[in-house]
């Protein structure tokens, strides 16, 4: 019996020991850019307009959007980043769902991922949002706003606050419907995630999937699981309610880079898979997306197929478009 009971802990303890090991093997990596996983500084190409192709009169709803999981997520290790891209990197390489979460103390909303302090405040991404509107109006940006690691339930006249001083109230979609994209062109959508009157689309109203809790590596495949569902769902959902699919997770022995780079070469082979098929998917949420990766998320419209428009990064925008061979082989296929 003694044997039995020395067997079995001789098993929890390897167990423990393979969890850790799967858990912080790359910790110290170098910066990878991969088609399915960026975290290098900057994304490989540009596309700041793409939504100047999309008919006015179709929902938002209907529309597939690439979005970033704890969007300003940049500082305090590996168990707190999400991202490499800046603010501006992230809508310039076409990212147009943003999840910001924000500490809440004496009227001050400071960025958080948890207790990681990302060197900001709200005031910082309603500036650069403004500023991104106003340069591309074709576009709308779709804004997650959280109470994050403060439990005061009471965010409301400090996001007003900051909406007064750091963009313009008139920037707001200030409604519960979902507009249609001609009525969102040129403004922020605030999904709102905290008690208090309307400021915009209330995030609870979405068809949600965010199973974020990833134990060890061991449970990624849970994870993917959970993504691949809620994504055949989306087709054939209410086409009037979002879609919001979070493909980050995390856990004690599963930091969110780890679980990206696997998580995201699975999303990156089934979206490859549909190239050939317009299907509405809702908004993709993601850690260290790559540039590709977006761009196939965005031709997943119910539109007809036209031509994007691509600027190389870090220069300037030039008549010199960049076409996706993917893309090119749709046109063949249609004309």
Not at 279 to 287: A, E, K, Y
């Amino acid at each position: 019996m003694m044997s039995g009971i020395r067997g079995g802990r001789v098993k929890m303890q390897r167990t423990l020991m393979l969890m850790v090991l799967v858990g912080v093997i790359g910790l110290s990596h170098a910066a990878i850019q991969r088609p399915d996983y960026d975290d290098t500084p900057n994304p490989e190409f540009l596309n700041p307009s793409w939504m100047a192709s999309i008919p006015d009169d179709q929902p938002l709803s209907e529309v597939t959007l690439p979005g970033t999981h704890n969007t300003m997520a940049l500082y305090g290790g590996v168990y707190a980043e999400c991202q490499t891209w800046s603010l501006a990197s992230q809508l310039r390489a076409g990212v147009r769902y943003l999840d910001i979460r924000l500490r809440h103390i004496n009227g001050k909303l400071n960025l958080h991922h948890g207790v990681s302090y990302q060197r900001g405040h709200f005031g910082h991404v309603l500036q650069g949002v403004a500023d991104f509107l106003w340069e591309y109006p074709s576009e709308t940006v779709l804004m997650r706003v959280k109470e994050e690691c403060s439990e005061t339930y009471d965010i409301y006249g400090a996001v007003v606050d900051y909406i007064h001083r750091y963009a313009h109230w008139d920037l707001l979609w200030h409604s519960r419907i979902v507009p249609t994209v001609g009525e969102a062109r040129g403004r922020l959508i605030v999904l709102q995630d905290f008690p208090g009157p309307d400021l915009g689309v209330r995030y609870d109203s979405m068809d949600i999937a965010d199973d974020w809790k990833v134990p060890t590596l061991l449970h990624v495949e849970d994870k993917w699981q959970s993504v691949y569902h809620h994504l055949e769902a989306a087709p054939a959902g209410n086409l009037a309610q979002i879609y919001l699919t979070y493909s980050s997770g995390t856990g004690v022995f599963a930091y969110p880079r780890a679980v990206a780079l696997r998580v995201n070469a699975q999303l990156f082979d089934y979206l490859s898979a549909k190239t050939d098929q317009k299907q509405r998917l809702g908004i993709i949420c993601m850690d260290f997306p790559a540039a590709p990766t977006i761009q196939m998320i965005i031709d997943f419209q119910l539109r007809e197929v036209q031509i994007p428009v691509f600027y190389a990064a870090h220069h300037k925008p030039s008549f010199n478009y960049r076409i996706s061979s993917r893309r090119n082989k749709m046109l063949q296929h249609f004309l």
